[in-house]
């Protein structure tokens, strides 16, 4: 299993950004496929941006496109998920999520994943 630790989250208003930063360790065969999931009060979890680390291969939820970008460092041991023009209900917890994938199709279509990090909490108020 990967191990993940995210931060960077706040409270921000409407319209404003934050960049949120996963490092990420261990085997790179059980963490080459990462995710950001959100979770808001009484909601489920949705894979809002994904990267599969082998090539930089990117997908993102339709809430999201346009506004977050998903990105990596040269050595891929930080994921970093930029957020711009925020809204209201992008209010949630952010967690990092992993697992080891064989190309980026694959992981383009993960939706678990065996490895979490503990979550950073994001609100944005109007």
């Known amino acids: 299993q990967a191990q993940l630790v995210e931060s960077g989250g706040g409270s921000v208003q409407a319209g404003g950004s934050l960049r949120l930063s996963c490092e990420v360790s261990?085997?790179?065969?059980?963490?080459?496929?990462v995710a950001w999931v959100r979770q808001a009060p009484g909601s489920e979890r949705e894979r809002v941006a994904i990267?599969?680390?082998?090539?930089?291969?990117?997908q993102y939820a339709g809430s999201v496109e346009g506004r977050f970008t998903i990105s990596q460092d040269g050595d891929k041991n930080t994921v970093y998920l930029q957020m711009e023009s925020l809204k209201p209900e992008d209010t949630g917890m952010y967690y990092c999520?992993?697992?080891?994938?064989?190309?980026?199709?694959?992981?383009?279509?993960?939706?678990?994943?065996?490895?979490w990090g503990q979550g950073t909490q994001v609100t944005v108020s109007s």
């Open positions: 999520a992993a697992e080891g994938d064989y190309d980026h199709w694959a992981c383009l279509d993960r939706t678990d994943f065996g490895s």
């Open positions: 261990g085997d790179e065969n059980t963490r080459n496929c």
């Open positions: 990267i599969f680390q082998g090539d930089g291969v990117t």
